[in-house]
């Protein structure tokens, strides 16, 4: 019985991704156009991007899914992207079991599988978007100047964190932090410039648990 249920949650899911995949694709239809214009412009993308992070519920989820499945660079079909969040790129990676919260910006990134990408958190492309010129004016953006950050597998990026450079797997970015340099695999940062807080560790039996210098990456949430 357990295993006809589990299959039958498996088809209405196949069935929702499929339809959703369907509804958007006049929509990525028009951002292929404009790519395939090659001026490198990305205002139907972004466009389509606001109108779709408006959407409410579970069917604005799927249709948000599936509209950057067909315009992203990869994006796959067991993700989660909540209300209000957006991607700002076309050039742009989600690996399985990714969750970006409500409200997150995406610029140019690769979120490795199973990272946690929390609400109004910013994952710019790069620190290096803008240069001042000879005038001393600040340069506007230039295509040419993105980099694709990398937040690598279930690392965990806190509430209003702002990254600009790469994140090790399984490191946890406190609310609040501003990262401009790379992150290693497996520490706690926070703050602002991001400052190391701890190493983490998975968490342990209680019995048999010895003293450790390590903070149990659970205790992180």
Not at 46 to 52: N, P, Q, T
Request: with cysteine.
């Amino acid at each position: 019985m357990a295993g006809s249920f589990c299959h039958l949650r498996s088809w209405l899911k196949s069935a929702v991704n499929g339809v959703a995949l369907l509804l958007v694709t006049p929509f990525a239809l028009t951002c292929w156009l404009e790519a395939r214009a090659g001026l490198g412009h990305e205002g139907v993308f972004a466009f389509w991007s606001h109108v779709f992070s408006l959407l409410p519920g579970p069917p604005g989820m799927a249709l948000r899914r599936a509209y950057y499945r067909l315009t992203l660079d990869r994006c796959s079909a067991h993700c989660f992207i909540g209300f209000g969040a957006l991607f700002s790129h076309r050039q742009a990676v989600v690996e399985d079991g990714v969750y970006v919260g409500p409200y997150a910006l995406i610029g140019s990134a690769r979120l490795r599988k199973g990272c946690l990408i929390g609400s109004r958190a910013s994952l710019l492309s790069g620190g290096e978007l803008h240069e001042l010129d000879a005038d001393g004016q600040w340069t506007p953006f230039d295509p040419s100047r993105l980099r694709q950050i990398e937040i690598g597998e279930q690392a965990w990026m806190g509430e209003g964190c702002i990254v600009m450079a790469d994140i090790g797997g399984g490191s946890a970015i406190a609310a609040g932090t501003v990262v401009s340099t790379p992150v290693p695999a497996g520490v706690a940062v926070a703050g602002n410039p991001a400052r190391f807080v701890r190493r983490l560790s998975p968490p342990e039996p209680a019995e048999g648990r010895e003293e450790s210098d390590e903070i149990p990456a659970s205790s992180l949430h």
